[in-house]
Structure formats: C-alpha cells, structure tokens
C-alpha cells in the first residue's frame, strides 16, 4: 500500500521503461509471472525443481503478490517496458524482522518498536533485461527507486539475504552500497539454505 510520498519517491522513467509503484491488486498476475520466473536464478545449484516450484506456489503466486500491494506494511515497485509490461519487480517490507539472526546482524537484539529499517525482500528482473553495461539498467533503477521508497517512510537502513552462493547478486549488491552484516537461514520447502544479511544506510 502506498501514501503519495512514497509513490513519488518510485515513480521515474526513463527511455522505455517505467519505473513505479504497483497500487492495484489486478496487476498481481503479471508481477507474480516475473517472479515465477526470476526466483529459479537465485537459487543455489543443488536446489531441487521441486522444492524450487513449491516455494513458488506458497509464497510468489498472484493472492500473494496482490496481498502485499494492498497492505500498508508492503510497497511493491515495478518496473515495466512499454514493449514487454512488467519486467521486474521489488517487494519493501516496511517493519523490523523478527528472525533472531536477523536480527542480531541488524544491532536490533533486544529493543522493540519501530526499527526505521525496511527489507528489500525481493529483488528481480527478467534476465533478457539485466544488461551489462547500460548505467539505467531496470536493476540498478529498481533499487535507487525502493532506496527512496523505503527513506519516504522513515526508513533510516534498508537490508536483505542473499543466498552465500549466488555469486552474482552479491557483486551487485556491494555495488549498491551494501555490506554484510551476518547470516541467517532460509527454509525453502524444508530444505535449510544459507544466506548473508547485507546492510547500507539511506
């Protein structure tokens, strides 16, 4: 769910693609095929298809996706081509994790109340659109938008897992200012991952 702050802070375009927040629940289909798409790439290579498709069907199917646009504590900013609609997305979650490793990473081991820190709880683009060398590439577009996102709602740190081995997602998130911090576990249909909590102030 969006305030206008918020909406402005996502909201740019640049050549075809748009980057802004989704405010309507009838996207949710065409921002959960992304995402049923994109999740598989970020998976370690011993995952299993099956543990990677029921993962897919309990948390990234489109009820999911329309229950975190209509939520206040989730902004979910997409970005879309005018050719090809949705081709990436991120999902905010805007209030302090309760996974004690998390947790403990953070600083936030044994206070309460509001935290002034906001998850980036997923982050992805359709491969055919990562680009290599293109400075507005939807990717680095996506999170300048949920950085500013996350600051319009008071966020003063913004974090996120990353699984150890994805290799990739770690260069670019240490090329988005992020450090890591500590580790946690990630269940995925009951096989037990292992991911980095990575850190950067807003």
Partial sequence: MLDDTARDSAARSVGDTVIE???DPSEASAIAVVAAATFPLACPPHSTPDDVAA????HLAPANVAAWIADDAYDVVVARHHDDGVIGYTLLVHSAPSDDDVRTA??????SGPARITEISKMYVL?????????DRPSHRL???ALDVARAKGSTRAWLG?????RRALRYYAKMGF????????????????????????
Wanted: aromatic share 4%.
């Fill in 55 to 58: 993962h897919i069907a309990m």
């Fill in 106 to 111: 953070l600083g936030l081991e044994g206070t």
């Fill in 143 to 145: 999170m300048a938008a």
């Fill in 127 to 135: 491969p055919e659109h990562h680009g290599t060398t293109r400075s």
């Fill in 21 to 23: 927040l989704a405010d």
């Fill in 162 to 166: 990353v699984n150890q081995e994805n």
């Fill in 179 to 202: 450090t890591r911090a500590g580790t946690k576990t990630f269940d995925m249909n009951g096989a037990v991952e292992h991911d980095y909590v990575l850190v950067r102030d807003l």
